[in-house]
T-cell receptor, first 116, second 113 residues
Framework: GAVVSQHPSWVICKSGTSVKIECRSL??????MFWYRQFPKQSLMLMAT?????????EQGVEKDKFLINHASLTLSTLTVTSAHPEDSSFYIC????????????FGPGTRLLVL | TQLLEQSPQFLSIQEGENLTVYCNSSSVFSSLQWYRQEPGEGPVLLVT?????EVKKLKRLTFQFGDARKDSSLHITAAQPGDTGLYLCAGDAMGGNTGKLIFGQGTTLQVKP
């Protein structure tokens, strides 16, 4: 199956700093990438959808100015958590899928963020 | 927006037992997916069911899509410790194929040797 990678796999940062998480599709072109957040013992919640070359669309309740998403190429999307606070500590997971006819989504391994 | 209710949320059984996990909704889905997630990892797709009434088998796992495409079930026969993990059902949030997935609450399965 297709491979999606995330970097870093885990990060610890101080409150107030910004953290960038990368999501890469390694063997296919991802026209659409999705960002999810998962709190401990909970399910995945969709945060935003990013399409290559256009602005991301955010789900209700997700602050677009806090979670900056860039999808500059068909193989890379980045999520930047700006001015991170302890409540932003979570497991961030991206997924990617190709264009028309390629409906299967492939998930990355996730990035564990801990804000102190 | 569609909603998915998954049950049970926790299940602890002995090796060799059978179990069924349910995923229900009042809305129609074009398809439903089942994932398995290990701690600290992303979810891995097990199966996608598309046709109402469809039954798919993956070794000891049997997946069924309801006739009305509003519900699905996962049945595991003779569970093994290696089946331990978080099982998630998911469907398109808008009922179609936008790719925006909503997930059920998840079922944490523990199989004791």
């Amino acid at each position: 199956g297709a491979v999606v990678s995330q970097h870093p796999s885990w990060v610890i940062c101080k409150s107030g700093t910004s953290v960038k998480i990368e999501c890469r599709s390694l063997d296919f072109q991802a026209t659409t990438m999705f960002w999810y957040r998962q709190f401990p013992k909970q399910s995945l919640m969709l945060m935003a959808t990013s399409n290559e070359g256009s602005k991301a669309t955010y789900e209700q309740g997700v602050e677009k100015d806090k979670f900056l998403i860039n999808h500059a190429s068909l193989t890379l999307s980045t999520l930047t958590v700006t001015s991170a606070h302890p409540e932003d500590s979570s497991f961030y997971i991206c997924s990617a899928r190709g264009g028309r006819g390629q409906e299967t989504q492939y998930f990355g391994p996730g990035t564990r963020l801990l804000v102190l | 927006t569609q909603l998915l209710e998954q049950s049970p949320q926790f299940l602890s059984i002995q090796e060799g037992e059978n179990l069924t996990v349910y995923c229900n909704s009042s809305s129609v889905f074009s398809s439903l997916q089942w994932y398995r997630q290990e701690p600290g990892e992303g979810p891995v797709l097990l199966v996608t069911v598309v046709t109402g009434g469809e039954v798919k088998k993956l070794k000891r796992l049997t997946f069924q899509f309801g006739d009305a495409r509003k519900d699905s079930s996962l049945h595991i026969t003779a569970a093994q410790p290696g089946d331990t993990g978080l099982y998630l059902c998911a469907g398109d949030a808008m009922g179609g194929n936008t790719g925006k997935l909503i997930f059920g609450q998840g079922t944490t399965l523990q199989v004791k040797p």
